[in-house]
């Protein structure tokens, strides 16, 4: 078979599992139906793919990266800042999130809410962890630049629950077909919410 018939038949077979994925879920897909709707066989789709798992990955991969590339900006940025950001830099950051969250809702379902039985069903406890992590390098670069300053590291509890929090909120706007009107004004709460709070937390020194 040539090289392009083999990239067209592992195209058709994406684009299948994910058809497949979002309407069944991972854990009630079959590798069966993806190769009915690809038209191709079971066997060779696994010339592409060892198991069901591993296509479910490929489906989400892009998704991921995206992820990925962005939890390493956060570490980053973190260890190297020294100041919170603005309000109106809040504002605009989650605006871009929130509009990438619209644009991906389907990919990001099938990760968040679908994805039971596969080796990504906890994503989101690796994404809190992150979190976490990010913000406990913001708050230890700050101590160390800024040792005048009065202020005391949130807990790691507080830290896991406030990414829980978000996590859940990414969630529920998911599974809500909001409007661009319902997305501005929740750009705007959450904005003022998370930096009213982080003020407050480095304000008062806790």
């Not at 973190?78 to 605006?95: C, H, M, R, V, W």
Request: proline content about 2%.
């Amino acid at each position: 078979m040539s090289q392009y018939k083999k990239d067209e038949v592992a195209l058709r077979i994406l684009r299948s599992a994910k058809s497949i994925f979002l309407k069944y879920g991972y854990h009630r897909a079959s590798l069966r139906s993806i190769c009915n709707q690809a038209k191709t066989s079971l066997s060779n789709l696994y010339n592409y793919y060892p198991n069901k798992d591993a296509l479910f990955i490929a489906v989400l991969s892009p998704l991921l990266n995206d992820i990925e590339k962005v939890c390493k900006y956060g570490r980053s940025y973190q260890s190297k800042n020294t100041e919170f950001e603005s309000l109106d830099d809040k504002k605009n950051n989650l605006a871009i999130a929130l509009a990438y969250i619209k644009k991906h809702r389907s990919e990001l379902n099938l990760l968040f809410n679908l994805s039971f039985g596969s080796s990504l069903e906890n994503y989101s406890e690796y994404l809190s962890q992150e979190y976490e992590k990010n913000w406990i390098l913001f708050f230890d670069n700050l101590q160390k630049n800024c040792p005048d300053e009065k202020f005391k590291k949130p807990s790691s509890f507080f830290l896991r629950n406030m990414a829980h929090f978000h996590i859940m909120t990414v969630r529920k706007i998911i599974s809500h077909q909001l409007s661009d009107d319902e997305m501005t004004t929740l750009t705007d709460e959450l904005a003022i919410f998370f930096w009213h709070g982080g003020m407050g937390l480095i304000k008062n020194g806790i």
